[in-house]
């Protein structure tokens, strides 16, 4: 018996049912269950009970969203634990709220509950943020999309020739056709910068079958666009103003290959820059869900899928990934290339992302700077066995080959 008064929680959405149990030496656990309303004059009465009662921690499952006003209500005054769902195996019989808290009050009690990692509050504000701006940034992704596929029912080919449909010159182009211009040269004339030694092909292109209705919904596609871009500069003001006592760490992570500004912001707002959370790197990327899943029965292994873990950070982590493989001289292009062959590209990549996840991890917790291996690592470490490959290929195609090592400069 680890805790001598507890308390087990089932959170719903307009009640709390709450658990208290006490147990002395020696004699048989005394339960008390109270049902509260998740107001928050009903969260503070929980409050309140809970400490007349001297009760020292308080679990209850990770259900929603639903349990964070009851765990920012207690935070501070009791110890707070939330559990994941999957980790509470209900007994069988009856299931109700009543049975679900005491179940989770006798775990509790004998320890048997490990509590999931919820930051601290400045790092769940700046979650949230960052959190916000990366669906903006993919609502404005999806919009650029839909101008794109009005462009092309009106068989206006913008896109073979401009890079950014939605550059400068682009936007021009496509205000003035929603605006009603239809001349191909006048829209052709629009183009800034680089793009005006392809007026030849603009005007090719931007010769369709713009009707009336392709210029409204152009119209308010653009507006749309104009709005999301405006919210996301203030997202990314808001966010550099909380990220000021984390600069360091931002200056760190932005030597990794791939990792920009904005992912090493998303990095920091869910892992935090406090690595002592997770004992190891391992640990971190186990969380993440970025690391081989382990399923084994009767000495056959089943399957190395990756379980299941934080997703904005799983996917920040494969963008990193994706953008450093293309830095050549690299160790992370080399270590995609050395995979990539034998495990596909989407097991090299997620490969790739666990090896940013534990650099950032090592840089975090020991405030290293970031060192790259180098492009030729693997090379280096399988030298021997890549010489006599290659010379036993060039054997078998008839050569003799005497290796002399070069002197070095």
Request: charged letters at 30%; a positive charge; aromatic letters at 6%.
């Amino acid at each position: 018996m680890l805790h001598r008064v507890c308390c087990g929680l089932d959170v719903h959405k307009k009640n709390v049912v709450a658990c208290l149990r006490r147990s002395k030496p020696g004699e048989e656990a005394e339960q008390e269950v109270r049902t509260f309303a998740t107001t928050t004059r009903g969260l503070l009465e929980l409050q309140e009970w809970l400490i007349v009662a001297k009760c020292t921690h308080v679990a209850m499952e990770s259900t929603g969203v639903y349990w964070r006003p009851v765990y920012n209500i207690l935070e501070g005054s009791l110890e707070v634990l939330v559990v994941n769902a999957r980790h509470i195996k209900a007994v069988p019989g009856r299931k109700t709220d009543v049975k679900d808290c005491e179940w989770i009050a006798d775990l509790l009690a004998h320890g048997l509950l490990q509590a999931s990692f919820v930051p601290p509050k400045p790092i769940r504000e700046l979650r949230e943020l960052t959190r916000h701006r990366r669906v903006l940034i993919e609502e404005r992704a999806r919009k650029a999309n839909r101008v794109q596929k009005v462009l092309e029912t009106a068989n206006i080919k913008l896109g073979d020739v401009a890079t950014d449909v939605l550059g400068v010159s682009g936007r021009k182009m496509l205000q003035a056709l929603a605006a009603g211009e239809r001349d191909p040269e006048k829209l052709a004339d629009l183009a800034v910068g680089s793009l005006r030694e392809k007026r030849e092909e603009l005007r090719e292109a931007l010769l369709g079958k713009f009707t009336e209705h392709h210029g409204f919904m152009l119209e308010s596609l653009l507006r749309e666009i104009e709005f999301l871009e405006k919210e996301i500069e203030i997202f990314d003001k808001r966010i550099e103003e909380k990220m000021r006592p984390f600069s360091q760490e931002l200056e760190r992570l932005d030597q990794i290959p791939g990792v920009g500004r904005r992912s090493a912001e998303q990095i920091i707002a869910e892992l935090g820059p406090d690595m002592n959370r997770f004992r190891t790197a391992g640990h971190a990327a186990s969380w993440a869900g970025i690391c081989p899943g382990n399923n084994e029965s009767a000495g056959k292994r089943r399957s190395g899928k990756t379980r299941k873990g934080n997703a904005w950070l799983h996917a920040t982590l494969v963008e990193c990934a994706r953008a450093g493989i293309r830095k050549r001289d690299s160790y992370i292009s080399a270590q995609y290339n050395h995979l990539v062959r034998r495990r596909g590209d989407k097991k090299a990549i997620v490969a790739v992302a666990h090896t940013i996840l534990v650099d950032v991890w090592h840089m975090l917790r020991y405030n290293l700077e970031y060192k790259d291996l180098g492009a030729n690592y693997f090379d280096c470490i399988n030298r021997d066995r890549l010489v006599r490959y290659h010379l036993k290929r060039l054997e078998s195609l008839g050569y003799q080959v005497t290796l002399q090592e070069a002197a070095m400069q």
